[in-house]
């Protein structure tokens, strides 16, 4: 009798566990991403996000992405949001209070993956770094303006930063909406055909072979024959070597 009990005990326990991991795992799936971007020009996203995969992955539910307006998190009279930098030089410098106070009403409302801030003098976006955060649940942008921001905002309330390339554009906007874009179209459901985002650049550690499309011959300008063949052995052969051809030509720090 003790042994039969022992035993159902345990069957029960690993029915528990494998339901739990099973509930994990329907959570994972169903998931809806969310998105809090802080800026100064909330009018900005209109545009980038009412077109295309990003548009199509609101409409799906896979992705809900909210604007806040940092000049509303201002507690002076003037809603300014940036001040004169300590030690004096030029540029403006945005001030800590409202990014802090933002940032904290939205910690206050659910847990948060990243608070990421978009700025040039940081590390690279990556493919990499895309594929991870496609599988974050929530996520802050920060959208820098001006001069930057204060730094003990860097030091206390960041834990990501970004940065999309060694240029400097006038805000962290356009930034914002390049790593929403290459996170969004990563979540499972949103591209049609998911193996598509797995050959693209960058995945595997290379660039992208060539590609065409139909007339196979315009104006004596041909598609390789290997591509017409439907020998999908060759074909995948030829384009394993033109991706390491491009890559050794094009991004020579990429082939290792």
Known sequence: MYFTKLFCHFVSMLFCMFFVNYIKKLFCIFAIMRID???????????????SIIKRAQEKNKVKIHIHDLRMYSENKQKSVDDYQFGGGAGMVMN?????????ELKKERNYDEVIFLTPDAKYLTQERCNHLSSSKNLILLCGHYKGIDQR????????????????ITGGELA???????????IPGVISDETSALSDSFQDGLLSHP???????????????????????LIQEWREEKSIERTKNIRPDLHK
Not at 37 to 51: K, R, V
Not at 153 to 168: H, Q, W
Not at 176 to 186: E, F, K, N
Request: glycine content about 6%; proline content about 7%; aromatic content about 10%.
């Open 96 to 104: 800590i209070q409202p990014i802090d106070k933002c940032i904290s």
């Open 37 to 51: 971007i802080i800026t100064i020009f909330p009018n900005f996203f209109e545009g980038p996000f009412s077109h």
């Open 211 to 233: 590609i065409y499309t139909r007339p196979s011959d315009y104006k004596g300008w041909k598609v390789p024959e290997v591509l017409l063949s439907g020998n999908q052995k």
């Open 176 to 186: 914002a909406a390049v790593l929403t874009d290459s996170i969004v179209r990563l």
């Open 153 to 168: 905002v860097r030091e206390n309330l960041i834990t990501m930063e970004i940065s999309i390339g060694d240029y400097v």
